[in-house]
């Protein structure tokens, strides 16, 4: 299981954040210069930190860190899965915003009427929405796109028939 495994990122790996929340991992783009203070909120936190930033290893750090070497976010994301075995399931996809990072909570078809493409609330039946910034996710076509994009990044993923 690996439900518990958080993360913190430099604000250069946010594109990387945005994929380890789609895969339902809890992470957090440290804003400001990553230095000291986001050393502390890893350890106080208990998070995986990433960082592009080799002086960040040369620091004294207690927790653990992971340096990214610049390659394209694909390629980063099939590191950071391998260097922690995730498992990568995809009914574990899409359930925390990728904006927030907070949990998703799922809403009726009926409530999202207005609030989504016509053709959207056509096609699809389920919804999620994020309570933070009220962004509403749906599966379909996201979650294809998705799991092409694992796919090309030889990134493994446990496929669930019901998806
Ligand atoms: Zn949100």
């Known amino acids: 299981m690996n439900a518990h495994i958080k993360f913190i990122t430099d604000a250069t790996l946010a594109g990387l954040a945005k994929w380890l929340r789609l895969l339902g991992f809890d992470t957090i783009v440290y804003g400001s210069a990553a230095d ?3 050393m502390r ?13 080799r002086d960040m290893r ?46 998703l909570h799922s809403v009726g078809r009926e409530e999202v009427r207005d609030l989504v493409p016509a053709f959207v609330f056509e096609n699809c039946e389920q919804y999620q929405q994020c309570d933070h910034c009220g962004k509403i996710y749906w599966l379909g076509s996201h979650i294809q796109n998705a799991l092409q994009f694992l796919e090309k990044n030889n990134i493994n993923i446990i496929k669930n028939e019901e998806m």
């Open 36 to 38: 000291r203070p986001m």
């Open 41 to 53: 909120q890893a350890q106080s936190q208990e998070r995986i930190l990433l960082t592009r930033r």
């Open 58 to 103: 040369e620091r004294q750090f207690a927790g653990d860190l992971f340096l990214l070497p610049a390659a394209s976010t694909g390629q980063q994301l099939n590191l950071v899965i391998r260097k922690y075995s995730l498992k990568i399931n995809s009914r574990e996809m899409y359930k925390i915003c990728l904006i927030c990072n907070q949990r």
